[in-house]
């Protein structure tokens, strides 16, 4: 395979990759002041010290010391080559690696993939044209303008609607190029068995029906959910699974919710297409819905990414409740808090925002009752317990919910909770809950114990800022050098002229860090391109510039520091020096060279009263 990338693609993709919207993907963060914190994917911690800034671009963990840019963190968690990062953040971002770099399998994925989502856009403006521009769209209008949609809300949503005939995006799509079988590969056309003359025929999947464009986190159109207005059934149809579509991998809304759910600290998990467009309507920008199924591992497991919190808005039928029961099990599992809305009054938020304010609905956000409480409220509703073996086992029914909780005082809570509603002792609610607990509990004490070696590990490393020292040459560095090294860097990265004044005092040689020399040697430029294709140099450079950027440095004393970092470079060499020569003198003197090591003995005089 070529390497050869050209830079500026190299630099592109950096530029069109976020550190924050990348890192998200993989740990919840939360903005404190102008970075944001989390949970550190590279050690096991209880207390969120990584942290992502996003004005550099860089992550940072105050607990491992792991650091780097967007390349080197997918390179890490994913243990990829850099090659392999670049591929992952250039298709994130949209943008096509030169063809020589890929595979005969990539290249024939990737055009699929351009396809897929060039017949989507091409489907999705159609069906969007029909709803606002042509007659034969009116019946949607009219069906949104009754539930106060507006043409914004419309645009936003990319809202559209399949007019009632049997080609109408067939015959759209062949004039933009797109042949039937593509249609039928992409899930928006069915074949039918061959017709009188032998011929296949096709015709659209979506007929007579409003349609939901569904948004891939970049705004993508990547499906489409499609209700009718009438009683016709089935009252919903959705794009089907393709190798490019996964419902259950998706939620409707994500395209903007991702930042909405990030900012409240929570996600508004609803039911239907509708309330999480009415909700978004009343300023929830943190609303999502599952893909017309039940939710999901994997779609509770991207709402993981955004918020440790999810309020569940489910219908208040008892459809909706059993739903709300599955939902809540799942997103507990993944270790999210859970709550669930009350809407006495109302079918669903859709309904209720018709009748109430957004201020209404955020008290009922605000009122939200725990999982917990909102399942024994459904449990006893129908049977409510009277004898102690119907209390007995209703505990139990509740205890795999209650022991997926963390945090011991919440479960407290709950225990307490159960003792007080069932008129139990609290010891014998947890007697209950224990005795469940027992069977999972060596799967427990495994986990922790590997957490623990974790710790250890990190701790006992033989590190500096997180990686092992690589010096040039094998004598041993001693700490207070590397940290001059890494303040002149600093200083040069706060002041670009101080890079002369370095070189004017030190030459260019006397640097005892690899990396560090690469890092000073590029200073302006920062992006180390000539080293992307040794990816542990890659990755330790970025490392080494992640700590460099750590250092607390008062920038009124740059000229001062500079001096000190400079004499005690000077100092270190001279040590070094004297060191070597009386290395040499020895080894004179135990050969018999007497007079040899006396000269070298001169010579270290000499050097010790010049300082
Ligand atoms: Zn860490």
């Known amino acids: 395979m070529n390497n050869w990338i050209p830079e500026e693609f190299i630099e592109e993709v950096r530029r069109q990759t976020d550190i924050v919207d990348l890192i998200s993907e993989y740990v919840m963060l939360k903005r404190t002041g102008k970075n944001y914190m989390g949970i550190c994917p590279f050690h096991s911690e209880k207390t969120p010290s990584f942290n992502v800034n996003p004005d550099r671009q860089t992550f940072y963990c105050f607990g491992c010391n792991t650091g780097g840019d967007v390349f080197s963190f997918l390179m890490k968690i994913n243990n990829l080559t850099f090659l392999e990062a ?11 690696l030169p063809e020589k770099e890929l595979t005969p399998e990539q290249k024939e994925r990737r055009r699929k993939l351009k396809r897929f989502k060039e017949i989507h856009e091409y489907a999705a403006a159609y069906f969007h044209d029909v709803l606002l521009n042509r007659p034969e769209g009116r019946v949607g209008l009219r069906y949104l303008a009754q539930r106060g949609i507006d043409t914004n809300t419309i645009k936003f949503f990319r809202l559209g609607y399949a007019p009632d005939q049997w080609d109408g995006l067939l015959k759209e799509l062949q004039s933009k190029g797109v042949s039937p079988e593509e249609l039928v590969e992409y899930g928006l056309a069915i074949k039918k068995s061959r017709d009188e003359q032998g011929h296949p025929s096709y015709y659209d999947r979506f007929r007579g029906r409003f349609i939901f464009t569904i948004l891939d986190s970049r705004s993508s159109p990547i499906a489409f959910g499609a209700r009718v207005l009438d009683d016709s059934l ?15 991998h998706n939620l409707y809304g994500i395209h903007y919710a991702q930042r909405g759910i990030r900012e409240r600290g929570y996600a508004l998990l609803l039911e239907g297409y509708m309330d999480t467009i009415a909700a978004c309507k009343a300023g929830f920008t ?23 919190k999810v309020v569940i808005g489910y219908d208040s039928d008892s459809a909706g409740v059993k739903a709300t029961l599955r939902a809540g099990e799942i ?6 808090r859970v709550e669930v809305l009350i809407l006495e009054e109302a079918k669903d938020p859709d309904d209720f925002l018709k009748n109430h304010s957004a201020e209404e609905f955020q008290a009922k956000v605000d009122n939200a009752v725990t ?23 209703l505990v139990k029914k509740m205890a795999p919910d209650i022991l997926k909780i963390k945090s ?20 014998a609610i947890r007697y209950e809950i224990n005795s469940l607990a027992k069977q999972t509990k060596e799967k427990f004490i495994k986990t922790e114990n590997f957490s623990l070696k974790q710790d250890i590990s990190v701790k006992n490393r033989n590190t500096i800022g997180g990686t092992k020292i690589d010096s040039i040459g094998d004598s041993f560095v001693p700490l ?22 370095v070189l004017e005092r030190l030459g260019d040689d006397f640097w005892r860090l690899k990396e560090h020399k690469i890092i000073f040697d590029n200073l302006p430029d920062r992006s180390f391109i000539g080293f992307i294709h040794e990816d542990l140099l890659y990755q330790r450079i970025q490392q080494r510039l992640a700590d460099i950027y750590e250092l607390e440095i008062e920038s009124t004393e740059a000229q001062a520091l500079l001096e000190d970092c400079v004499s005690s470079i000077e100092a270190n060499k001279n040590r070094e020096t004297i060191e070597e020569m009386q290395a040499r003198m020895i080894k004179l003197e135990k050969s018999g060279d007497i007079a040899g090591a006396l000269a070298v003995l001169q010579e270290i005089g000499e050097r010790l009263r010049r300082g």
């Not at 670049?86 to 096509?96: D, I, K, M, Q, S």
């Not at 943190?286 to 440790?308: E, H, I, R």
């Not at 997103?331 to 999210?336: K, R, W």
């Open 86 to 96: 670049l591929n992952r953040l250039a298709e994130r971002a949209g943008l096509e």
């Open 234 to 248: 089935p009252k919903y149809l959705n794009s089907p699974e393709t190798p490019f579509f996964h419902k259950g």
């Open 286 to 308: 943190n609303a999502v819905a599952s893909l017309g199924t039940a939710l999901t591992k994997d779609q509770a497991k991207l709402l993981k990414k955004y918020a440790d």
């Open 331 to 336: 997103l507990l599992e993944q270790g999210l």
């Open 371 to 393: 999982f917990i409480e909102f399942k024994y409220y459904a449990l006893v509703k129908d049977n409510p317990p009277r004898a102690i073996t119907d209390k007995a086992e």
């Open 408 to 427: 011991a005082v919440e479960r407290e809570g709950y225990e307490r909770f159960l003792s007080l509603k069932l008129g139990l002792s609290l010891e």
């Open 480 to 501: 207070g050098v590397i940290r001059a090294e890494q303040m002149l860097i600093r200083l040069v990265l706060d002041n670009p002229d101080f890079k002369i004044k």
